[in-house]
């Protein structure tokens, strides 16, 4: 994405924040065009032919696949459909010859990863009751265990597909722990990312549902003891959750096209998708459900409420009236709670803008900031029926999302806009996941107990973004956001730049380098001495024992480094900045390579031509 390299590079020029930004960040630089997977047409393809596959490549080493295209493609999907690539997923794919679909059936099959079960096991080593919230002053090193929990999985998850649609679809249906009312509740914000996860390959209007009845989103958006109206009481039904599952989870503000653009009247203005009316209609739907443990309704026993079981119907303080959804349907008086629900999810899931609503923002997630909006209407189309007849299956979206020609192709057409500005946390399991990123906790005051794990708590707050730690429920940026003054008046949205200010990308600069640079022993050393179980952050450290020995070879570490964190799209401005600084340290000496290595990784991942995924 051009404007966006030119846009963040200016930026961090202005800060003057590292050495890279002297090279102008992205001016010169050239992606090689990969080779089409699909069969040309622009539509969402299933990766070949139905020819016999070709025989397998010969095995490369990451710094003899510079120029390759099919190496560099391998790259590129791994970057959209995992939390960063690794070298030997790389590998292994590249020798499949780019064999997406397969890979994606493997992805699909593997086991999913638990968070709420490591977690009460992590919590039960480290001397915890997962069940008891009574003693808040250990709140913070529960919240600390989940963000372990997490950081694991998605660096070192199998299932890497399926957490990184876990973690999009998390930016959709929006919980934080941010909340006053999800602050103490670990077990239920790592049981929600569990409904992601299992959900992430199935049908969006489960999904939608195991959302609707979650006690976290119950508790966040105010549906838990939502009741019926009472006049006497000057009780009328929340409407908090039917507002935000609308705009927010499944049709928005405005009638789309099929391929994403908005609707417009007679007279040339947006057409809205609902008004207040429906709006209460759909909060008197939602009334009537508490907490799935709940003796009675108006019990308040905030020890012992269930975060984990879905919520259940108290039928008396559920509204049995007529209501009147979406295009006119009226659901008729004297339903039960769950079956005003049921009809209610219906309603909505049946609205022409479900499709194209989640599937440009599942687009902008994994793959562009800016779809054509032929890719959003090929994808629109899956989502509508995937083949079989069925709406709304995750896993046919997903797959035509990354398998589509936009996606594989930097065609002239949309190479200029095509990409998107890689946000904090995708920016971190990057170069955790390329360098095997972990370090030994404590788990306990008196240290017999520690683990390898992910300890990132704190750096989340600092820099912009953390699992479950949104702002507000319009999550970490919206979709449609777009920079002040910013691409030259093109009609182009860059939603991560929401979250990118100095303070965020100070922040990230130092969180960067010190996961970098305690590559050094002498500096781990001094991280480990000061170390104790409440620590917000570990001393994470990048393991480069491989690229150590490249660094005798300056082209070499920087064919292997380009390969494995940019896709091979370094520009020749960059390579040369990165050359001369490293060129000072002697390669003979082993230490001297790992300053090498340290350094040419630091300022790569800070640069901005690998800040834009493309």
């Known amino acids: 994405m051009g404007e966006i390299v030119a846009l963040f590079s200016r930026f961090v020029v202005a800060m003057s924040l590292v050495l890279m930004v002297a090279c102008g960040g992205g001016g010169g630089s050239s992606l090689p065009t990969p080779t089409p997977v699909g069969d040309g047409s622009g539509s ?65 099959a593997a086991t999913p990863s638990r968070i709420l079960e490591g977690l009460d096991a992590h919590m039960q080593a480290s001397g915890l009751d997962p069940s008891n919230k009574r003693n808040l002053e250990l709140d913070w090193q529960k919240r600390m265990l989940t963000s372990d929990m997490l950081w694991e999985r998605f660096v070192h998850g199998e299932d890497q597909l399926r957490q990184r649609v876990a973690f999009a679809l998390s930016q959709i249906f929006v919980i934080s722990d941010l909340s006053d009312a999800l602050f103490n509740d670990a077990r239920g914000i790592a049981n929600y990312h569990d409904i992601m996860t299992d959900h992430a390959f199935g049908n969006y209007r489960d999904l939608l549902e195991a959302v609707t009845l979650n006690p976290m989103m119950g508790e966040y958006l105010s549906m838990v003891r939502n009741e019926k109206a009472d006049a006497s009481r000057n009780i009328r039904p929340d409407e908090n959750y039917a507002r935000e599952m609308m705009q927010l989870f499944t049709i928005g503000l405005v009638e789309l096209n099929d391929d994403g653009t908005v609707r417009l009247d007679e007279v040339g203005n947006p057409i809205p998708t609902y008004d207040q009316e429906i709006t209460k209609a759909f909060a008197s739907v939602f009334t009537g459900w508490m907490y799935g443990n709940a003796p009675y309704w108006y019990w308040a026993d905030w020890f012992n409420e269930s975060t984990t079981l879905a919520m259940k119907p108290f039928e008396a303080y559920h509204d049995t009236d007529t209501k009147t959804l979406l295009n006119g349907e009226v659901l008729p008086a004297g339903q039960t709670a769950q079956q005003d629900l049921d009809a209610a999810l219906d309603n909505v899931f049946a609205h022409r803008n479900v499709a194209p609503f989640v599937s440009k923002q599942l687009i902008q997630r994994l793959v562009t900031s800016n779809p054509s909006p032929e890719y959003v209407a090929r994808v629109t189309a899956v989502f509508n029926d995937n083949g079989s007849g069925e709406k709304g299956d995750l896993e046919a979206v997903v797959r035509a999302i990354l398998l589509d020609d936009e996606a594989r192709q930097l065609s002239p057409e949309t190479r200029e806009t095509f990409g998107k500005l890689k ?86 600069s130092n969180w960067g380098g010190s996961i970098v640079f305690n590559s050094y022993g002498f500096l781990r050393d001094g991280c480990e001495e000061n170390l104790d179980f409440e620590a917000g952050v570990g001393c994470l450290y990048a393991k480069f024992e491989d690229e150590i020995e490249l660094a005798k070879n300056t082209d070499e570490l920087l064919d292997h480094l380009n390969v494995l964190m940019m896709a091979g799209g370094m520009s020749d401005d960059m390579r040369e900045v990165i050359a001369d600084h490293i060129e000072p340290f002697d390669p003979n000496d082993e230490q001297q390579r790992l300053y090498r290595v340290a350094e040419a990784t630091y300022l790569m991942w800070m640069s901005p031509e690998f800040a834009v995924q493309r």
């Open 423 to 508: 946000e904090p946390v995708l920016k971190f399991t990057a170069l955790m996941r390329a360098f095997h990123v972990e370090a030994f906790q404590p788990l306990t005051e008196d240290g017999s107990v520690e683990r390898e794990t992910i300890r990132f708590f704190w750096p989340g707050y600092d820099y912009g973004q953390r699992p479950y730690g949104s702002p507000s429920v319009f999550n970490f940026y919206r979709p449609d956001y777009k920079p002040a003054n910013a691409f030259g008046g093109a009609d182009v949205v860059s939603p991560e730049f929401q979250i990118l200010n100095e303070k965020n990308i100070t922040a990230a």
């Open 44 to 108: 969402s393809g299933g990766g070949g032919a139905t020819n016999p596959p070709p025989a397998p490549p010969e095995p490369l080493e990451l710094r003899e696949m510079v120029g390759n295209e099919l190496a560099l493609d391998v790259t590129r999907f791994l970057t959209q459909a995992t939390f960063g690539p690794t070298e030997p997923e790389i590998k292994a794919l590249y020798e499949s010859n780019g064999d997406f679909d397969a890979w994606i059936d493997e992805q699909v």
